[in-house]
């Protein structure tokens, strides 16, 4: 209160703070998905290249699926790949294949209707997902109708570098998220895949807010033999700069986002109804009840029509063949990338503990399969590269366990700083928090009162980390200091230009990597 504004007699209520300023601890698992979406309109509003934040996935239906029709029509298909059974003269070494009457058949997919995003927000939300940002950067493109080749990438030319480096521009004017995702950077080429993670690293480096959770081309179809190509070949793609704000998981995972009545018989040949009753009811051996089904199918009678799943389910029972090949592209379909699994992970162990619990030695929800199971000798040449220090978190099956994240690590291997994912991630939270709360003082005067202030304020900000285990030490001294001051951090002419420094140092956990037990045998004793 300003005594020389007063001016009638009476009484004044001078309320002063009895409390300073505090530290409030900034968000940390907030994923930003940047991919393409069935669509992006919302009450009249398109949300394409509009970084948008949801909290569930009925609020991200809402926004980016499309419309269902009024019951009792069937719901919209919000991601439809199309596959094609391609003959071959042997049984292919890489990728999904199935013999039928002696004749090995390669299941390929039309790559212009290949998607990750989609399932990859569902994983998400499976794995304990949260708050989340979505930059949808378009829709669905045409469908080619042909095949990617055997044993190689799948190369979506709908998803175009441009727009997801566009999409990922776009974060630079966002604080929230702590986490990047491209899921469909896998259907890239080689050399765009290259462009687009070095300029998520450049951003996350920059901006020092985020790290960004890379998928590894080639982690769809490893081979036990050829897969170290894939890993050499992603090793040279990440560039030098920012390694610490990235990490890598292999292989994909096969989930169970889709269900049998995502995919029928319209997810076979574009539709073609002809090209697959050759398969199931070739001339030499017919099936009529399959013949049947399909003239109904081609010809409905007039108010006789039965809906796409009621035929599925007929074709289902009347072929087991025609079963067998729809269980391999559901298989297929849901084999999608891990990184939309390991943010709703890393949401999961933020809120359960911090940012500074390793997110490993966990299983991931709704993952039933691996394309490769990795032994300890494959995983060494993952998690250690004496050369490039770019390290690589395996996903493995453990009998007993299940399928578990094996591997905590960033790209920067060999740091000792910044070598495992939660320092990395615990030092943006302490680092953001702090920074975010010293904005108070920006023009104040910068003196012994502030200075003092500035320093109580994060030294009880960090006792509160140190007593909730995110820092080490047996002693609050032991675990962080904070110093502030002319002689200590400062010089007078630092004064003099305006400039506060103030110096945290923290003792930040680490996770328990290599646990080694001892064994001795006890001579008996009476």
């Known amino acids: 209160m300003n005594l020389s504004t007063i001016k009638t007699p009476g009484v004044y209520i001078n309320e002063i703070n009895a409390f300073p300023n505090s530290v409030v601890s900034v968000s940390t698992a907030v994923p930003a998905f940047i991919g393409y979406t069935p ?49 071959q003269a042997s049984q292919p070494r890489v990728g999904d294949s199935i013999l039928i009457a002696n004749q090995y058949y390669a299941m390929l997919p039309d790559p212009t209707t290949i998607y990750y995003l989609y399932n990859s927000i ?13 930059v949808s950067v378009g829709s669905y493109g045409p469908t080619s109708g042909n095949t990617t080749k055997v044993g190689r ?31 469909e950077a896998t259907l890239l080429s080689l050399e765009q895949n290259a462009t687009l993670m070095q300029a998520m690293l450049e951003q996350a480096s920059e901006k020092q807010t985020a ?50 009545n995502d995919i029928n018989y319209t997810n076979l040949f574009g539709g073609d109804l002809t090209k697959l009753q050759e ?78 619990k390793a997110p490993a030695n966990i299983a991931m929800t709704n993952v039933i399969n691996l394309p490769i199971n990795l032994t300890n000798a494959q995983q060494e040449t993952l ?35 910044y070598r495992y994912i939660p320092i990395r991630r615990t030092l943006i939270f302490l680092e953001q928090s702090c920074k975010l709360a010293a904005n108070a003082y920006v023009f104040e005067p910068n003196d012994a009162s ?25 002693t609050a001294a032991d675990a962080f200091s904070v110093e502030c001051g002319l002689g200590t951090t400062m010089t007078g002419e630092d004064t003099l230009n305006g400039i506060m420094v103030v110096s945290i140092k923290v003792a930040v956990l680490r996770p328990a990597e290599f646990i080694i037990l001892t064994f001795q045998q006890q001579m008996a004793t009476s």
């Not at 709908?158 to 990047?180: F, H, I, M, R, S």
Request: hydrophobic share 35%; with cysteine.
């Open 39 to 87: 669509q992006a309109n919302y009450q009249d509003k398109s949300y394409i290249n509009v970084p948008t934040k949801i909290t569930s996935f009925a609020e991200f239906q809402s926004i980016f699926c499309l419309p269902n029709p009024p019951a009792p029509a069937e719901p919209t298909k919000q991601y439809n790949p199309e596959y094609y059974l391609v003959k």
């Open 122 to 134: 569902k994983l998400f939300y499976d794995n304990g997902g949260k708050e989340a940002y979505i």
């Open 153 to 183: 990438q799948i190369v979506n030319p709908n998803v175009k570098v441009n727009d997801l480096t566009n999409g990922l521009a776009l974060l630079q004017q966002e604080q929230e998220p702590t986490l990047y995702i491209c899921p």
């Open 211 to 260: 790290i960004c959770i890379f998928d590894i081309i080639g982690g769809n179809t490893p081979h036990q033999n050829t897969y170290t190509e894939d890993i050499t070949a992603f090793r040279n793609a990440t560039g030098t700069h920012g390694l610490d704000y990235g990490a890598a998981y292999y292989p994909f995972v096969e989930a169970t986002v889709m269900q049998s």
């Open 279 to 356: 398969i199931l009811s070739p001339a030499n051996n017919p099936n009529e009840a399959v013949n049947a089904i399909i003239a109904k199918i081609q010809n409905p009678s007039n108010g006789q029509a039965q809906t796409i799943n009621e035929n599925n389910s007929a074709l289902i029972a009347a072929s087991p063949i025609y079963s067998t090949i729809i269980t391999h592209i559901l298989s297929n379909a849901n084999l999608v990338p891990p990184s939309g699994g390991m943010a709703g992970i890393i949401t999961r162990t933020d809120s359960q503990l911090g940012p500074w």
């Open 383 to 417: 998690n250690i590269d004496p050369i490039t220090g770019k390290s690589i978190n395996a996903i493995r099956f453990f009998n007993r366990a299940g399928i578990l994240v094996w591997g905590a690590k960033t790209l920067d291997g060999n740091s000792q700083d």
């Open 450 to 474: 502030t200075w003092t202030s500035v320093k109580r304020m994060i030294s009880s900000f960090l006792h509160g980390v140190w007593q909730k285990g995110g820092l080490q030490g047996a």
